[in-house]
């Protein structure tokens, strides 16, 4: 697949990232100033999600609900936002036409690691989260059946970090359903 030339400068790579997406259908983010392409989900890193949604879904607050495939904004620069596997976000987001969502807003984000991700690139994105000031982060990692609770971002890093195997439930902190079983989510093969 041949990209299209593109030539970003600053304030220009929202636009670059829009015709990336458009032209080959990969999900684009930005990410510190850095273009981070992906493909479609695997089954397996779906499968994650939709079963970690069906459990939280019917236990959240009246005011929170889950979306996939909504954006994240980095305060103060429009340039720099992250797609997370699925973010809580108050239910007023169904009627919101901005498709960049306020970080204070995100109850919790959950990324679900790609077979492919490097540990570089799962750091920088969990910073990138704490700088944003999400409040809560949860990171599954089909590769290894494990799982990190983010919690208490501050000055750039989240001071509360908690780490555990699939088979072992996460207690988020409330309002946020809990616990969170996790002895069904999938593993990938090799």
Do not use: C
């Amino acid at each position: 697949m041949t990209l299209p030339a593109l030539h970003p400068r600053p304030g220009n790579l929202r636009d670059v990232a829009e015709q990336i997406e458009a032209s080959t259908g990969l999900q684009v983010e930005i990410i510190g100033g850095s273009l981070v392409m992906s493909r479609t989900p695997r089954g397996k890193h779906a499968g994650t999600i939709r079963r970690l949604r069906v459990q939280i879904e019917a236990h959240l607050p009246a005011d929170l609900a889950p979306y996939e495939m909504s954006s994240v904004a980095m305060p103060e620069d429009s340039d720099d936002y992250a797609t997370p596997d699925l973010a809580v976000l108050p239910v007023q987001w169904d009627e919101d036409d901005s498709w960049l969502a306020d970080p204070r807003d995100v109850a919790l984000a959950v990324e679900v690691i790609s077979q492919s991700e490097k540990a570089r690139d799962i750091t920088d994105k969990n910073g990138w989260y704490a700088r944003a000031g999400v409040a809560v982060l949860l990171v599954l990692d089909p590769r290894t059946g494990r799982w990190t609770l983010h919690t208490r971002p501050k000055d750039g890093e989240y001071r509360g970090r908690l780490n555990g195997v699939y088979g072992e439930q996460v207690d988020l902190p409330a309002p946020l359903p809990s616990p969170v079983r996790t002895e069904e989510f999938p593993l990938y093969g090799s």
